[in-house]
């Protein structure tokens, strides 16, 4: 019996084939796990990070010093020689200034310790993380490089200029992040120059910034008022010691309680800085409440580990509005590298980071939403209940077939390689050859090769994984702002199914142009060319604009602002060697009517593309003001306001007999419905308003009124929405020039919000200019670390306001003594840094900010905003008139 059982057993015994399948499906199996393991860990040891700041705090230093320490170079570059990594442009080693932002990669700590000469580089032992770091303009003028590069970012870092504290552009682009609800930390640089003051920079940003700063560093002033020597660690409890006039790479780590005597109260400073930063948590994380009470209330008893898990949530946590602050002195090579610990330790990842917003068919939600399913099944399926169990098993098999999602956030035209488009990938991965399809265009595209940017140079990759930054070269019709997905099995032609081939991300806002100058080929054979060479630096930067003038036939180019023109005119000669001049810059007028006008109807009655097209509607206009009523008298009457006029449309019966005006029932013509109707009537508004009749200028502050009886202005199959279209803009045009004719116009010119950051000395002197050279308006003079919020900042402001009372801040060496020039600004001598805040003409800002560097020993600097469009009135309007006519 036990025989036959042994017998047995031998008998179903596996056959070696089927372990050999067996153990292959099963190791199969776990690399499977171990892969997706490792690309989650890939992922979660990825940051995203941006440098912001306003211009001259030291961005491009800092980053060769993190380029330099991360052993991706072998020297540190200078901003002064034009030798940096991320300043590559040839305009930008000339004047010493970023104007594009410049992705990089590298690795911190080094993948490869021997690469630095000591392992005390890496103060908190921690494994290797990638970094993309994209290093972002400071001027003004360049905003809309800030902006693109802000919306894919997870993470920022902040830095401030020690001497001037936080400045006028720091302020902008603060508030552009936290628009997008970006975590951030801030690095308080300059240290080490004259009038350095830490503490008063940290009121700054309560003040300013409008967030708690969570003071992590100290500065470390050799025996409490000499030289910038090093930092004090609140969260370690330790100090940062680097050697004078070394690379940085050498520098010594001390206890607190391994500080000689005479760094008594240098101690005493790094212990209060550790308790008001246990306070400060424990008020926004219950967590540290625990850790707190666990320890029997003893501050300085708390792991450091658990001060930077606590620390870490209140940043990824945006509604406590806690930044945590370093300090340090780039161009002496001391800081950088706490700082690089704590982009690992504090900064989130991909996995972390706001889940990404997308529009899908019109429905809004989130990527992680339509990828579960949820945004398609709630937004775009079926209302009957007996088709949603089958539309939902269609709708799963969709999205599993969605291989990637992504931005092109940015395009750059190389000489050597051609179009590059930077994408950052939120789904999935971009592989080589892949076929991706444009959702904003509806067309195609092949990714030929797949690149990972490191500045001006570059490497191959085969894929652009999730959470990462890559660039894709060669393609045709890529913009900036544009959706990219890769779809298994997609028509080339078609794309994806529908509703997938609708989806898209997040835009990227482009701010409108304020400057404009001609733009003139050398002859007619090189018209070509520089139309295409101004179609590249359109498609590379889409804050500037091309326009044709209709009566001059002269081709315009509109930027952000004069030095943004100036490079852009460099690009068009220098780079692409176009042979073109250009003009002066000009301003943006605005015209506008000052009296109603009557009613004016217009019959369209004219072949279109080979068709027959006829209609009809009338047109009223009138100056628009707050008091202007809007008539919505019933449900088929819409409202529309753009570029500072308001359309407004009303379908009714246009006769006084009380007879024949019988309410009109909706009934159309099966080709035209409601919406296109108003959408017709409403562009045919807009593109008579687009140029006036006086002064040939876009009209400003006017409201169009179109009436539209559908029982007499429209004609069966004749009346398209193109002829709708026609009949709205010569009746809004006839309208217009009826009563511009009788009662005339006038010209208006954008007025702007300035704030003027200067020092003490040169207050007066450039006051004195703007409101008697420029005829600006003072609106108030306020100290640097007084104000409580931006003045340039257009939109509401977002965060609560900080009580500064509250805040710790420790003191600074200035002066003979501390406690008697505290709170009066952040240095002396008469370098105490001042604002001023007025509103002034656009056309005098102009070339100012060479002016302005002129009157402050190019010490000043300046951001402006937008404001208002204002009338010109008395001289300025005779002299601006006569600069118009050409006489």
């Not at 068009?572 to 004016?600: C, F, H, Q, T």
């Not at 005829?775 to 640097?784: C, K, P, R």
């Not at 002016?851 to 002299?879: C, I, N, P, W």
Request: glycine share 8%.
């Amino acid at each position: 019996m036990q025989l036959g059982r042994a017998s047995s057993r031998r008998l179903y015994k596996p056959s070696s084939r089927y372990l050999f399948i067996h153990s292959a499906r099963r190791a199969f199996s776990v690399a499977l796990q171990r892969k997706a393991q490792d690309v989650s860990t890939e992922v979660s040891r990825t940051r995203n990070i941006g440098i912001i700041a306003h211009i001259d705090a030291g961005k491009t230093t800092t980053t060769e010093r993190m380029l330099y320490y991360s052993g991706h170079t072998r020297r540190i570059g200078n901003v002064d020689e034009g030798s940096t990594v991320t300043d590559f442009l040839p305009a930008e080693r000339a004047r010493g200034v970023t104007i594009q932002s410049a992705a990089i990669s590298f690795h911190w700590p080094p993948l490869s310790v021997g690469d630095l000469q000591n392992t005390s580089a890496n103060t908190s032992n921690l494994v290797p993380h990638n970094i993309n770091l994209i290093d972002t303009p400071g001027h003004a003028d360049f905003t809309f490089e800030v902006l693109r590069s802000l919306r894919i970012l997870d993470g920022a870092v902040c830095i401030l200029d020690g001497v001037a504290g936080v400045e006028a552009q720091t302020e902008k682009v603060w508030y552009q992040a936290a628009k997008y609800r970006i975590p951030k930390i801030i690095y308080v640089n300059k240290l080490d120059r004259d009038g350095a003051a830490f503490g008063e920079t940290v009121k700054q940003i309560a003040a300013r910034l409008h967030a708690w700063p969570a003071v992590c560093q100290v500065p470390w002033w050799e025996g409490g008022r000499g030289k910038f020597v090093g930092l004090g660690d609140a969260i370690g409890l330790r100090s940062f010691k680097w050697t004078e006039g070394g690379d940085g790479k050498d520098f010594q780590v001390i206890s607190i309680d391994d500080l000689p005597s005479s760094e008594a109260e240098f101690a005493l400073e790094i212990k209060k800085a550790r308790r008001a930063l246990v306070e400060l948590l424990s008020e926004h994380d219950e967590r540290m409440v625990e850790k707190y009470l666990e320890v029997d209330e003893d501050h300085l008893a708390i792991a450091s580990e658990d001060i930077m898990i606590s620390l870490r949530r209140c940043v990824l946590n945006q509604s406590s509005n806690i930044v945590p602050v370093f300090a340090g002195a780039s161009f002496q090579n001391m800081g950088v590298q706490p700082l690089l610990d704590a982009v690992i330790q504090l900064l989130p990842s991909p996995i972390e980071a706001l889940d990404p917003e997308i529009n899908l068919g019109g429905v809004e939600g989130t990527l992680s939403s339509l990828l579960s399913g949820k945004l398609v099944s709630a937004g775009i399926g079926p209302k009957s209940k007996a088709s949603t169990a089958k539309f939902k098993k269609q709708s799963t098999a969709l999205i599993q077939n969605l291989e990637s999602c992504a931005l092109a956030f940015k395009v750059v035209h190389d000489s050597r390689r051609g179009t590059l488009v930077y994408v950052r990938v939120y789904s999935g991965s971009i592989k080589r050859q892949s076929m991706l399809f444009n959702t904003n265009l509806q067309v195609s595209e092949r990714a030929p090769q797949l690149l990972k940017m490191y500045a001006s140079d570059s490497v191959q990759i085969d894929t652009i994984p999730a959470g990462q930054i890559g660039v894709i070269p060669g393609l045709k019709y890529a913009r900036t702002g544009d959706t990219l997905i890769s779809y298994t099995g997609a028509n080339p032609k078609s794309g994806p199914p529908s509703p997938l081939n609708t989806l898209q991300l997040r835009p990227i806002e482009v701010p409108p142009a304020v400057f404009f100058s001609s733009v003139e080929p050398h002859s007619m054979s090189e018209e070509k060319t520089v139309k295409s060479a101004l179609d590249i630096l359109i498609r590379e930067d889409p804050s500037l604009q091309v326009s044709e003038d209709e009566e001059s036939g002269q081709t315009l180019l509109s930027g952000m602002g004069d030095f943004h023109l100036e490079i852009a005119r460099d690009r068009l000669v220098n780079d692409m060697k176009a042979k073109a001049a250009m003009g002066k810059i000009e301003i943006a007028y605005r015209e506008s009517i000052l009296e109603a006008s009557s009613p004016d109807i217009y019959v369209f009655d004219k072949e279109q593309g080979g068709k027959q097209g006829r209609a009809s509607c009338i047109a009223h206009v009138e100056p628009l003001s707050e008091t202007t009523q809007i008539p919505l008298d019933d449900e088929y009457a819409y409202s529309a306001y753009e570029d500072g006029n308001r359309v407004t449309i009303s379908l009714k019966p246009t006769t006084d007999d009380a007879s024949e005006a019988e309410p009109w029932d909706g009934d159309l013509p099966p080709h035209l419905s409601i919406p296109s109707l108003h959408s017709a009537l409403k562009n045919g508004a807009l593109a008579a308003l687009s140029r006036g009749i006086n002064y040939a200028f876009q009209l400003h502050n006017t409201h169009v009124l179109l009436t539209l009886d559908p029982r007499k202005h429209i004609f069966g199959t004749d009346t398209t929405p193109a002829a709708l279209s026609s009949a709205a803009r010569l009746a809004t045009k006839a309208a217009l020039k009826a009563t511009a004719l009788e009662n005339g116009s006038v010209l208006m010119e954008p007025v702007m919000n300035v704030t003027v950051s200067v020092d003490e000395a040169s207050l007066g002197a450039v006051v004195n200019d703007i409101s008697s050279s420029r005829g600006g308006h003072i609106m108030s003079l306020d100290d640097a670390g007084v104000t409580s919020g931006p003045a340039v900042n257009s939109t509401p402001d977002p965060l609560p306001r900080i009580d500064v009372a509250r805040v710790y801040a420790p003191p600074d060496p200035f002066g003979p003594s501390a406690s008697q020039t505290r709170g009066q600004g952040i240095a002396v001598d008469g370098r105490r840094q001042r604002n001023i805040t007025a509103r002034v003409p656009l056309k005098e800002m102009v070339g100012y900010l060479k002016h302005l560097r002129s009157l402050t020993g190019g010490r000043g600097t300046f951001v402006m905003g937008a404001d208002r469009f204002e009338r010109v009135v008395g001289q300025r309007e005779k002299v601006l008139l006569k600069e118009l006519r050409g006489f």
